[in-house]
């Protein structure tokens, strides 16, 4: 299947899904863990399947610059296999911390995983931002709209660009 560019809505029934199409994206991303945080059950526990056959997938995906990607993973495993568009496995090149595997998607797109699924995946009823990721959101949502680009301040540039006039012109 094939997503847009733009918002996608995946609709259906319950039980058809939905959660897990949405869960097996973000894990393929970001990995999956087998941590209960407080839940019932890990996601590693409520994704795999039940007759402990094959539990793994693959996503291929371009960047803002066109690059192209494909990222096979096997769930049992940490770390994914990552594919440039030439179909060489470079997941090498990107850092690998001992906690969370390879952060191969963090290092090309600057999201990490609270952010996606803040953000990029809406499940339902689980969109909850505390304080400060909220005013990160909106920072990075008023930079964006001001200058074009996520990491640089329109306000602070702005600011600055006041302070200078004050000290030379007056």
């Known amino acids: 299947y094939n ?6 809505l995946i609709y259906g029934k319950n039980e058809a899904g939905k959660s897990t199409l949405l869960k097996f994206i973000q894990n393929t991303f970001y990995g999956t863990s087998k941590n209960k945080k407080g839940k019932t059950f890990s996601d590693y526990d409520l994704y795999k399947p039940w007759n ?14 066109k690059n192209i990607f494909e990222i096979y993973r096997d769930f049992h495993k940490k770390n994914p296999v990552i594919f440039n568009q030439n179909l060489e496995d470079i997941s090498q090149e990107f850092k690998i911390d001992k906690k969370d595997g390879n952060q191969f998607f963090y290092e090309q797109t600057g999201i990490d995983e609270k952010t996606y699924t803040s953000t990029i995946m809406s499940l339902q009823q689980e969109v909850i931002l505390d304080n400060q990721s909220q005013n990160n ?23 600055r660009i006041n302070k200078k006039l004050i000290e030379e012109v007056g």
Do not use: M, P, R
């Open 137 to 159: 959101l909106i920072q990075k949502l008023a930079n964006l709209a001001g200058t074009g680009d996520d990491k640089v301040s329109y306000q602070k540039a702005i600011d």
């Open 52 to 65: 402990d056959g094959d539990f793994s997938g693959k996503i291929k995906y371009e960047l803002n610059n």
């Open 3 to 8: 997503l847009s560019e733009n918002i996608n």
